[in-house]
């Protein structure tokens, strides 16, 4: 059974400062990873996702994340954070298309002016 | 339609009584999923459907909750007998393949 954890329930960095969110999985076989991003009452909107190509996935809004298999990580960065980067992040992975997505818990990102 | 739908998107009720959440998917996708949020939690996985049936119902709390999906589409999260800790966000999202959901807005119950 796949599990996710994300490191930190809050993150807080200053704007212009690099973002990391971190992320470890636990797969059986060779997983798909996935972030999404949670606004203030708002749904889930997908990041990014890893599939198996590219170990480095870019994603909207300047995020990108790399698949450290060694790790059995998939953290989150942006080089420079923005304002409205603030918000809730979720890692989420499967290992097929008939699997349900496992959430982790979400990180929750504040960007301090 | 162009995005997944879910109403109402408030619900407050009274313990005891039964509630309906509905999604509208995304016209022609064939997966729907039910999740459940609560503070602090993530996302709990509820049901998941492939056209009209449910090859994975495990994440159903209690037989006090069911689903169903009708023509492929619209699908139904009942609840009965509802109880304070039901309280929740309830996400439903929609997808061709795993290559990512497209959730909708949520319902939020609040169970008095």
């Known amino acids: ?113 | 339609g162009a995005g997944v739908s879910q109403s109402p998107s408030n619900k407050v009720t009274e313990k005891g009584k039964d509630v309906e959440l509905r999604c509208d998917p995304i016209s022609g996708h064939t997966a729907l999923y039910w999740y459940r949020q609560s503070l602090g939690q993530g996302l709990e996985f509820l049901i998941y459907f492939q056209g009209n049936s449910a090859p994975d119902k495990s994440g159903l709390p209690s037989d006090r909750f069911s689903a169903e999906r009708t023509g492929g589409s619209v699908s139904t999260l009942t609840i009965q007998r509802t109880q304070q800790e039901d309280s929740a966000v309830y996400l439903c999202a929609s997808s061709l393949s795993y290559y990512g959901y497209t959730f909708g807005s949520g319902t939020r119950l609040t169970v008095v």
Request: charged share 15%.
């Open chain 1, 1 to 113: 059974a796949q599990s996710v954890t994300q490191l930190g329930s809050h993150v807080s960095v200053s704007e212009g400062a690099l973002v990391l969110l971190r992320c470890n999985y636990s797969s059986s076989v060779p997983p798909y990873l996935f972030w999404y991003v949670q606004y203030p009452n708002q749904g889930l909107q997908l990041l990014l996702k890893y599939t198996s190509a590219a170990t480095l996935v870019k994603g909207i809004n300047g995020f990108e994340a790399e698949f450290k298999k060694s790790e059995t990580s998939f953290p989150l960065t942006k080089p420079s954070a923005h304002m409205s980067d603030a918000a809730e992040y979720f890692c989420a992975v499967t290992d097929s298309g008939n699997t349900p997505l496992v959430f982790g818990k979400g990180t929750r990102l504040s960007v301090i002016a």
